[in-house]
């Protein structure tokens, strides 16, 4: 197929090991079925930000609606500034997308899954990552899915019949 539609993708799912432990989250699913239908743009905000890999782990902290990204281990990690930056600059460059896939319960990348702790606490775990959340209130029209909302096949065609529907308009 000529002039596949794009979506993007959290990195991490296509198999490129950028998480924070140096390992990836392939994706089957994304690779073989929605790489047959799209074209995968990877996006990995951590590492484009300019963070290493591997890295210290971060966590959504201390709110819910208005959350700082924390070190796991080490809260004087302190990075919200530097991916709410990063966020800003960078979504709005993601124009020519018609959808996204999100990697779950990531505090960058989460969509409804994210934990967020207060006081050591977890005290939800349907908070939104940063990115996730600057791309969706930037782009609030366009289809966006976790990957693990994919295995339903309900929620698969519902998805996939979206971004076909907005990359035709
Ligand atoms: S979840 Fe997002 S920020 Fe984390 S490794 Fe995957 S693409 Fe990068």
Redesign the pocket.
């Known amino acids: 197929m000529h002039n596949k539609p794009k979506i993007g993708v959290?990195?991490?799912?296509l198999g490129d090991a950028?998480?924070?432990d140096g390992n990836n989250?392939a994706n089957a699913i994304v690779i073989d079925k929605l790489g047959n239908l799209f074209e995968l743009v990877?996006?990995?905000?951590?590492?484009e930000a300019g963070l290493p890999i591997p890295r210290p782990p971060v966590q959504l902290s201390n709110s819910i609606e208005n959350p700082q990204l924390l070190g796991r281990d080490d809260p004087t990690i302190d990075i919200t500034s530097l991916m709410q930056n990063y966020c800003n600059k960078r979504v709005p460059q993601l124009d020519q997308l018609s959808g996204f896939v999100?990697?779950s319960r990531?505090?960058?990348?989460?969509l409804n899954s994210t934990p967020v702790f207060i006081n050591d606490k977890c005290v939800t775990e349907q908070d939104r990552?940063v990115?996730a959340r600057t791309f969706t209130q930037h782009y609030p029209q366009l289809p966006v899915i976790e990957e693990t909302e994919l295995e339903s096949a309900e929620n698969y065609e519902r998805f996939t019949a979206a971004v076909m529907l907005i990359a035709r308009m």
């Open positions: 959290s990195r991490c799912l950028v998480r924070y989250s990877p996006v990995c905000p951590e590492v999100f990697k990531s505090p960058s990348c989460g990552g990115f």
